[in-house]
């Protein structure tokens, strides 16, 4: 059985579809030697169009669905679900969870020098102006924009990701940020970095942009190091280390998976989380 330390169980990290891979993909490079749970919503997504009472009851039973499989953390890898979902979950469950916003609003209030900071993302995120509200509070003289890019999470689960289309649609949506001389842009949505080249083309080089995935990795392991949850030991890359489950469509997750982490992931397995 080997060991049965705590740090040793897997961390357990979720989003509506494969966007939450960039953030898998960041805690693999900074933790390599952690277990990982994914869960992608795939039957459900998008999110972003979604009332918060869904976006809380589907964060929900995710939540329950990893605590299943013994996590010992939660990354809500979502941008919607951390702005609707995630103080919640944190009231309804025992587990440490750490979310995608706060840390991309540090970031990008550290980053920015003239004070104009862009925030894309879903719908809901956008709605929600958390962005706006955390990044105030660190600092106060700042000028946020958000733009919701609601065609985005399709051209992404769609795997258009350098394509025409999205080109075209992202100038339209940039349009606006461009003309108010931003020099950040918060990528606010964990499908987004797929993007980035395409994103930053439109944005030029002056334009700083933030993945808060590095940044929220960077949280996680100081949370686990402070905690005494980092794994001890080191089951190295593997079959073992990581596991995938999906709602719908396992097939099309692991193909998509596949370009996103250079790891070669052989399985992803399909589970109603409608009975969780
Ligand atoms: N990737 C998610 C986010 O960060 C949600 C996208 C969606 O399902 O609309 O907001």
């Given at each position: 059985m080997g060991n049965v330390s705590p740090g040793n169980a897997p961390i357990g990290v979720f989003d509506s579809g494969v966007g939450g891979l960039t953030v898998f993909r960041e805690i693999m490079r900074q933790m390599p030697n952690e277990r990982i749970v994914y869960f992608g919503d795939t039957a459900r997504v998008p999110y972003g169009s979604k009332s918060?009472?869904?976006?809380?009851?589907?964060?929900?039973?995710?939540?329950?669905?990893?605590?299943?499989?013994?996590?010992?953390?939660?990354?809500?890898?979502?941008?919607?679900?951390?702005?609707?979902?995630?103080?919640?979950?944190?009231?309804e469950f025992d587990v440490p969870m750490i979310g995608v916003v706060k840390p991309g609003a540090k970031v990008a209030a550290k980053a920015s020098r003239n004070g104009r900071i862009g925030v894309i993302g879903t719908e809901a995120t956008i709605g929600s102006s958390i962005y706006s509200q955390y990044i105030e509070a660190l600092k106060s003289d700042a000028a946020i924009s958000g733009k919701a890019c609601p065609l985005f999470v399709p051209l992404v689960e769609e795997g258009?990701?350098?394509?025409?289309?999205?080109?075209?649609?992202?100038?339209?949506?940039?349009?606006?940020?461009?003309?108010?001389?931003?020099?950040?842009?918060?990528?606010?949505?964990?499908?987004?970095?797929?993007?980035?080249?395409?994103?930053?083309?439109?944005?030029?080089?002056?334009?700083?942009?933030?993945?808060?995935?590095?940044?929220?990795?960077?949280?996680?392991?100081?949370?686990?190091?402070?905690?005494?949850?980092?794994?001890?030991?080191?089951?190295?890359?593997?079959?073992?280390?990581?596991?995938?489950?999906?709602?719908?469509?396992?097939?099309?997750?692991?193909?998509?998976?596949?370009?996103?982490?250079?790891?070669?992931?052989?399985?992803?397995?399909?589970?109603?989380?409608?009975?969780?």
């Amino acid at each position: 059985m080997g060991n049965v330390s705590p740090g040793n169980a897997p961390i357990g990290v979720f989003d509506s579809g494969v966007g939450g891979l960039t953030v898998f993909r960041e805690i693999m490079r900074q933790m390599p030697n952690e277990r990982i749970v994914y869960f992608g919503d795939t039957a459900r997504v998008p999110y972003g169009s979604k009332s918060r009472d869904t976006i809380v009851r589907y964060s929900r039973q995710i939540v329950r669905f990893l605590l299943t499989r013994q996590v010992k953390t939660i990354v809500v890898a979502c941008n919607t679900a951390s702005a609707y979902a995630l103080d919640d979950l944190e009231k309804e469950f025992d587990v440490p969870m750490i979310g995608v916003v706060k840390p991309g609003a540090k970031v990008a209030a550290k980053a920015s020098r003239n004070g104009r900071i862009g925030v894309i993302g879903t719908e809901a995120t956008i709605g929600s102006s958390i962005y706006s509200q955390y990044i105030e509070a660190l600092k106060s003289d700042a000028a946020i924009s958000g733009k919701a890019c609601p065609l985005f999470v399709p051209l992404v689960e769609e795997g258009l990701w350098e394509d025409p289309v999205t080109e075209e649609i992202a100038r339209r949506y940039l349009a606006e940020l461009i003309d108010i001389d931003i020099d950040t842009l918060i990528l606010g949505c964990t499908h987004y970095p797929l993007i980035r080249s395409t994103i930053g083309k439109i944005m030029g080089p002056d334009v700083t942009m933030v993945n808060p995935a590095y940044e929220t990795a960077q949280e996680l392991k100081q949370m686990l190091a402070e905690t005494g949850l980092l794994n001890s030991e080191q089951p190295g890359l593997g079959r073992d280390s990581y596991q995938f489950y999906v709602s719908d469509k396992a097939d099309k997750f692991i193909h998509f998976a596949n370009s996103i982490i250079k790891y070669g992931i052989l399985s992803a397995k399909q589970i109603n989380i409608e009975e969780y």
